[in-house]
């Protein structure tokens, strides 16, 4: 099955910048959506289709995707930022249609 | 406004069969392009995707899980429920219900439920 792999932490001081990977096989050929998860909080979508922002989500949220990774970049970071955060791709080439990445933790210095 | 609640047992014992309930408001499990998922995460682990119905009553299951779920859908109540049997200690983990969004390439659970945490012991 496929198989998604991110680094298990980022750091990061306020009013830098987060770059978090999501590695994957060819993962440029497919759809990635990123997902905020705060301590004791269900997760919220904060990118999809790569790139994509739904309502709400601040633009200093911006993904990119090519190759064999696809990155969440966080500008001007903020505290409230520090989160858990998965990437997700749909595989129909396989069983496991909604696969998850293994999660990185970003945390604000 | 789009929610979702999880509802079910906390404690379950080993063996026996869990059953969660997706109570959703703001959307039609009858519109194109729609589906609920179930997710789950056990303490301090990655997310895990368990199974999920499309609004054509169409099914798909973890393939590591797939012997242990049912998943269906009442659509007039607004509801989806995921039925797993055999519960292990293992199985332990918060569920979250969500909805899935489908656009042929492009899948992605927008917004989830709150969750909710099972524990199995005896």
């Known amino acids: 099955s496929y198989v998604l792999t991110q680094p298990p932490s980022v750091s990061v001081a306020p009013g830098q910048t987060a770059r978090i990977t999501c590695g994957g096989n060819?993962?440029?050929?497919?759809?990635v959506h990123w997902y905020q998860q705060k301590p004791g909080q269900a997760p919220v979508l904060v990118v999809y289709d790569d790139s994509d922002r739904p309502s709400g989500i601040p633009e200093r949220f911006s993904g990119s995707n090519s190759g064999n990774t696809a990155t969440l970049t966080i500008s001007r970071v903020e505290a409230g930022d520090e989160a858990d955060y998965y990437c997700q791709v749909w595989d129909s080439s396989s069983d496991l249609y909604y696969v998850f990445g293994t999660g990185t933790k970003v945390t604000v210095l | 406004q789009i929610t979702l609640k999880e509802s079910g047992p906390t404690l379950v014992k080993p063996t026996q069969t869990l059953t969660l309930t997706c109570t959703f408001s703001g959307f039609s499990l009858s519109t194109s392009g729609v589906g609920v998922g179930w997710i789950r995460q056990p303490p301090g682990k990655a997310l895990e995707w368990l199974a999920l119905?499309?609004?054509?009553?169409?099914?798909r299951y973890s393939p590591s899980l797939k012997s242990r779920l049912t998943i269906t859908k009442d659509t007039s109540k607004n509801q989806v429920v995921l039925t797993m049997t055999n519960m292990d200690p293992v199985d332990t983990a918060t569920y979250y219900c969500?909805?899935?969004?489908?656009?042929?390439?492009?899948?992605?659970?927008?917004?989830w439920g709150q969750g909710t945490l099972v524990t199995v012991s005896s």
């Open positions: 060819n993962i440029g050929s497919k759809s």
């Open positions: 119905i499309y609004w054509d009553d169409d099914k």
């Open positions: 969500a909805r899935l969004l489908w656009f042929g390439d492009l899948n992605w659970f927008d917004p």
